[in-house]
């Protein structure tokens, strides 16, 4: 006796950890210094599993030997005070691990982590930022950071991958292909689905659960603007591909400004044809709007 429940904790915490094998070895590969990278941006939309994964980072780091300092956006103002007193103890190692999650919401200090924080830790350190947003055309407009900095896009899970975690939550094994199909390989989806299916309430569509859906809803599109955005998504929800030309005819003169917001969002993808939203989330809005 006498420890403390950093251990079950832990234990619990890696029930949820399921695949990443590439951005993992990507990381392995920093700590080992058998890649210059020393920098990786990892981002996705809300739920795809940037926290748990960093959380697994932070195994792998501490399983080493290395010094891991951990800050979370959510947890400090957006200030360079606050991140800077936040961190201080990684000037007190040569080979500091940094993990910084919800770094969407320090945006505004974005140009001083890259010109300033990050170049002033020692030879020896890696840092991870995770966020829902990529990195954005400074990084990769500066010849260092090129080199220096690796982004990782976090996709939705393999099939197999997905089944694997909605069995670690309880799922029984003769509904787990079915709620995988319908959480498109979304972690937190899938948890959700899990963990309904082990009270019994294994959904056979998503609109059989609204608590769920609605909860996710508010996971993956927590900040639309107005109204005329919100027009704009489910404009996106609903077309097969959305052009600049279709949203005109939802959402008017404000159809630049829309199209601009729903491109850079993390669940929408941008091809020749048009925008196209996630799978999944394009499964909840109609789910939401049924």
């Known amino acids: 006796m006498g ?35 020393r920098v990786l941006f990892v981002h996705g939309p809300g739920g ?38 936040a961190i201080a103890m990684v000037d007190d190692d040569p080979g500091p691990v940094l993990l910084v ?13 890259r010109q300033e924080l990050l170049p002033s830790l020692p030879e020896g350190a890696v840092a991870v930022l995770a966020g829902r947003e990529p990195p954005g055309a400074a990084w990769s407009a500066d010849a260092g950071w090129r080199r220096l900095l690796r982004g990782c896009e976090l996709a939705a899970l393999e099939p197999a991958e997905s089944a694997d975690l909605l069995g670690r939550f309880g799922a029984p094994e003769r509904a787990r292909a079915r709620l995988a199909a319908l ?15 082990a009270r019994g309430r294994a959904p056979g569509r998503l609109d059989d659960l609204p608590d769920l859906v609605a909860a996710l809803c508010h996971v993956l599109v927590r900040d639309v603007p107005d109204a005329a955005h919100r027009i704009g998504l489910a404009t996106c929800a609903h077309a097969y591909r959305t052009t600049e030309d279709l949203l005109a005819e939802t959402v008017g003169e404000r159809a630049p400004e829309v199209w601009t917001w729903l491109a850079s969002r993390p669940f929408v993808r941008h091809s020749g044809e048009g925008l196209h939203l996630h799978d999944l989330l394009r499964d909840l809005l109609e789910a939401e709007f049924a």
């Open 3 to 37: 420890g403390t429940l950093s251990g079950a904790l832990d234990d619990a915490r890696r029930l949820g950890f399921v695949g990443r094998a590439t951005e993992l070895a990507a990381f392995v590969a920093a700590l080992d210094g058998s890649t210059p990278e």
């Open 48 to 85: 795809i599993g940037k926290s748990t994964l960093l959380d697994e980072m932070r195994r792998r780091a501490v399983a080493r030997g290395r010094p891991v300092v951990s800050l979370d956006g959510r947890d400090v103002a957006g200030s360079i005070p606050a991140v800077a007193a």
């Open 101 to 113: 999650d919800s770094y969407e919401l320090l945006t505004p200090l974005d140009r001083w982590f």
């Open 183 to 197: 959480g498109r390989g979304h972690p937190l989806a899938l948890v959700l689905l899990a963990e309904a299916a």
